[in-house]
């Protein structure tokens, strides 16, 4: 069964820094291309950042480029997204997901994608 679990956030004041994960289990982790999405209150899911099964390729939405960097171990079967320099307007719940690839490409829009963890909570302080 696929199962992806999202940890790390919180709390963090506005320019501070933290680091989101995702752990996948229940089927091989390296042939999925993986993504971060977002949702604030009232607002819809958006893109934030995607990385290919190998992590050679990534891709950002406008509002994370420069502060955010998606990442990816395959050995440990997790995803990251590192957030620095956060502001309020980064308050949301973040969530990753997975989509099985075996082209080399990220995606970014929500319906590409086929799994979905639960999401984990992060606000933004200012």
């Known amino acids: 069964q696929v199962q992806l679990v999202e940890s790390g956030g919180g709390l963090v004041q506005a320019g501070g820094s933290l680091r989101l994960s995702c752990a996948a289990s229940?089927?091989?982790?390296?042939?999925?291309?993986m993504g971060w999405f977002r949702q604030a209150p009232g607002k819809e899911r958006e893109f934030v950042a995607a990385i290919s099964w190998s992590g050679g390729l990534t891709y950002y939405a406008d509002s994370g480029k420069g502060r955010f960097t998606i990442s990816r171990d395959n050995a440990q079967n997790t995803v990251y997204l590192q957030m620095n320099s956060p502001t309020p307007e980064d308050t949301a719940v973040y969530y990753c997901a997975e989509v099985r690839d075996y082209s080399g490409s990220y995606y970014y829009t929500p319906i590409e994608y086929t799994y979905w963890g639960k999401g984990t909570l992060v606000t933004v302080s200012s």
């Open positions: 229940g089927r091989t982790f390296s042939s999925y291309a």
